[in-house]
């Protein structure tokens, strides 16, 4: 076998391969394809005594690949429309069913595969939880949590609010004000309210690796007598731990927040370099993970709870960005994107 004769073998091999075909579902884009074309532009090299039977068995081999096209294009054509908006009758024959994909083709989605971890670590720690709503009103998001009038968080320019004044809840501290109202009897027979509330959350932001309009929020609620900001750094330092399953330092430094007074950012060593610096922490060797606090008293006062008898903490921070962290993952957009290749590596 002379080497034209492997070249075309070889092409031919490549264009008919199922995955190359899917790229020429058009007849009129053969002919475009950039391995034929080389092959028509390698007749010109050929000495002249060769062309014609080499520009023959390329021709052949571009009618056998509209051939295969129009064969596909025929199978296509003889499987039966459904309409998946119509209901199914589960009376009719069994080959008259549509053929539905089983449990078994799908997995659980990256996120709630941890989340489910990151509850399983605040139920043994004595927490509830109770999911987050994905609308919500304005006193649930702002009036209830202490936003003054004005505040830019009210803006439709950085909230998503319809036009009838919902609002697609930015922050999972929506639920504060229900679950503070909701377990106010547990403070009144001596038990705490210790509640944690996972959810999705939505922001107007400009998308990039780090940044999402769409992502997983985790607040937590803790409420009893002569509670301090000790317990609250104790609290998250046993969650962290526990969760990248290694010891940790944890250090807080002042922040605002309308909810929380006072208010702070929780900065924890890098789990990954223990504080050498690495690209995961912009090598500076600390995270900042979580905003956090002591509840503010205006907020424990609009659910009935009297801040002079009892203190609380809260904070709230991305699950997206604590699995990010566990597993490397370099672009926040992956967990919505449904790319199968990047979901394929958790099942």
Known sequence: MDYTQQKVIETRKLLLSSERLKTLADKSDVSKAKELRELYQYIGTLPTEQRAAFGKEVNQLRDEIVEKLDSIRELDQSLTPIDLSAPFDINLPIEQQPKLLTADHGSIHPLMRELATILDIFYRMGFTAIESRQIDDDFHMFGSLNFPVGHPARDDYDTFITKEGLIAPAHTSTMQNRVLKQYKTDLEADLPI????????????????????????????????TIHAGNLIATLKTFFQAYYTKDLDIKIQPFYFPFTEPSFELVMSCPFCSKKGCSV?????????????????????AANIDPTKYSGFAWGGGIDRLVMMKYNIEDIRYFEAGKLDFLRQFL
């Not at 959350?201 to 985790?218: I, P, S, W």
């Not at 600390?286 to 424990?300: A, F, K, S, T, Y």
């Open 281 to 301: 922490c912009s090598q500076v060797g600390w995270i900042e993970m979580v905003g956090c606090g002591m509840i503010h008293p205006n907020v424990l006062s």
């Open 194 to 225: 210790a509640v944690v509330i996972p959810g999705r959350v939505f922001r107007n932001e400009d998308m990039d690796a780090r940044h999402e309009h769409t992502f997983y929020q985790l607040e937590g609620i803790y409420v009893d007598k």
